[in-house]
């Protein structure tokens, strides 16, 4: 299974699954990043943190360890 941290910018994925539990799940889902969400990769930083992406016409900037949480395909 592929993670949003593997995503190469310009590709617009869907959500399967979310991982991780508590404090941290809380956090993505609170961006809208919820299962079945489109999620469009906008661009990644050179040592690939943060990683910025568009979420429900919004963008948002994600931490490479939460994207690892984040099941796509």
Do not use: C, H
């Not at 991982?19 to 961006?31: C, H, T």
């Amino acid at each position: 299974m592929k993670t949003l941290k593997d995503i190469a910018p310009g590709q617009t994925v869907n959500v399967v699954k979310l991982n991780g539990e508590g404090a941290v799940k809380r956090r993505i889902m609170d961006m809208g990043i919820t299962k079945n969400t489109k999620v469009f990769v906008r661009k990644v930083a050179p040592l690939g943190d943060p990683i910025e992406l568009t979420v429900r016409g919004y963008e948002l900037s994600i931490r490479k360890a939460d994207a690892q949480m984040i099941d796509v395909e």
